[in-house]
Structure formats: structure tokens, C-alpha cells
């Protein structure tokens, strides 16, 4: 079965931090792109960030860029969000996605939609 | 950064209705344009890419159409399942942006 179990997660007062953990199971996970997607309460849908398959490249938002990092382990299917400093108005859920697909034959990369998704994990920031 | 605006902000409809949902592109985002449909308590659900692919095991009620800056998400007959809310996102550029969605209420 093609599953993202999330863990992570939790009550941090402003300026602490939290890593937010996606394991994968039941696909090739180092063929994919990752993306972190969140939703605040009462808010719409937000992209946060995403890496390549390989993790050579990483893409963030601007409003946490310098301040949370994605990263990923393909020996262990697993992607990865560090969030530093952290402020109220990053209070969400946050989803991780799995994205762009690398056809390593081709070279290839093609994207069929943010096809899978973890069940969300909960990040609230307050004092 | 491209700018999503889905309208309406919300739609009422009675089941069985056609309704039709509509994103609009600050910029052009050729056809990379997917459409997600969002309950409370559940993550996004992917219902079209590629402006107008849908996605595997989405139903032929739903259909999505457009190119360039403007899209539209059609759902031919309502079913009670389909009230939520509808975002509509570009992936032509980073960042990847979304619309700030469309609640589909029944009437």
C-alpha cells in the first residue's frame, strides 16, 4: 500500500524549534520529489517546500526561507522538515505530499499531481 | 510569485447540479494547474493535473478545462460527497501557489 506516515509535531513557544518526520512505504521513494504542504487554522492551503528525489535541490517559500530546512534520506524513505525559530503565524498542519516524478531511464521528470499524502501533523507555536 | 484567485469564495448548490468553479493566474502557468478538493480532518485530495487530467480513480463527473491564466473545475452532477472546500494550485513556478479556495455548500 502507497502510504506517508507523519510523525512530529507538538506545542513549541515562539523562537523554538520542532522536526516534522514523512516515512514512505509502497513505492520507489528516491524516483520522487517531496513537498511539505500546511494549513493554518481557519486558512487556506500553503506550500512550504519540496526537494528533488536525489535531494540536490530544495525550494522554499519565502516566509520560511532561512528558517526551516527539508531534507531527506533515501536509505531510509523518509523526508524530513526542520523548523527553527518559530513564530504564532506558523501554527498549522502540515502535510507532507509526494510530488514530481524522476524517471531515472529518461532523465526525465514529470509531475502527476500531489497523488499521496500523509495524514497531517499538527504544529502549534504559543507561549 | 503567481497569484491564484479562485472564485466564487463560495458556491451553493443542490445536489445533482452542475457547478463550476473558476482559478484565475496572475501570470501565465501554461497548463500546470491541478485541482485539490479539502474536508475537515482529511489531507487534499488530487483530482486534476495537468489543467485537465484526472487523477487515478477520480470520477468522470469531474472535469477540468483551461490554459494560460484561466481554469475552470466542472462537476457535472453533484453528489453529497462533493460539498468541501476546492483549491486550485500552479506548478509552473516556484514558489508553487495556491488559490485560497472555493467552499461548495449545499443549497
Known amino acids: 500500500e502507497v502510504q506517508l506516515v507523519q510523525s512530529g509535531g507538538g506545542l513549541v513557544q515562539p523562537g523554538g524549534s520542532l522536526r516534522l518526520s514523512c516515512a514512505a512505504s509502497?513505492?520507489?521513494?528516491?524516483?520522487?520529489?517531496m513537498s511539505w504542504v500546511r494549513q493554518a487554522p481557519g486558512k487556506g492551503l500553503e506550500w512550504v517546500a519540496n526537494?528533488?528525489?536525489?535531494?540536490?535541490?530544495?525550494y522554499y517559500v519565502d516566509s520560511v526561507k532561512g528558517r526551516f530546512t527539508i531534507s531527506r534520506d533515501n536509505a531510509k524513505n523518509s523526508v524530513f522538515l526542520q523548523m527553527n525559530s518559530l513564530r504564532v503565524e506558523d501554527t498549522a498542519v502540515y502535510y507532507c505530499a509526494r510530488d514530481t516524478y524522476y524517471d531515472i531511464l529518461t532523465g526525465d521528470h514529470h509531475y502527476y499531481g500531489m497523488n499521496v499524502w500523509g495524514l497531517g501533523t499538527t504544529v502549534t507555536v504559543s507561549s | 510569485e503567481k497569484v491564484m484567485t479562485q472564485s466564487p469564495a463560495t458556491l451553493s448548490e443542490f445536489p445533482g447540479e452542475r457547478a463550476t468553479l473558476s482559478c484565475r493566474a496572475s501570470?501565465?502557468?501554461?497548463?500546470?494547474l491541478a485541482w485539490f478538493q479539502k474536508k475537515p480532518g482529511q489531507p487534499p485530495r488530487l483530482l486534476i493535473y495537468g489543467a485537465s487530467t484526472r487523477a487515478t480513480g477520480i470520477p468522470a463527473r469531474f472535469s477540468g478545462s483551461g490554459s494560460g491564466t484561466e481554469f475552470t473545475l466542472t462537476i457535472s452532477s453533484l453528489q453529497s460527497e462533493d460539498f468541501a472546500v476546492y483549491y486550485c494550485?500552479?506548478?509552473?513556478?516556484?514558489?508553487?501557489?495556491f488559490g485560497q479556495g472555493t467552499r461548495l455548500e449545499i443549497k
Open positions: 509502497g513505492f520507489t521513494f528516491s524516483s520522487y520529489w
Open positions: 526537494v528533488k528525489h536525489d535531494g540536490s535541490d530544495k
Open positions: 494550485q500552479q506548478y509552473n513556478n516556484w514558489p508553487i501557489t
Open positions: 501570470q501565465s502557468v501554461s497548463n500546470n
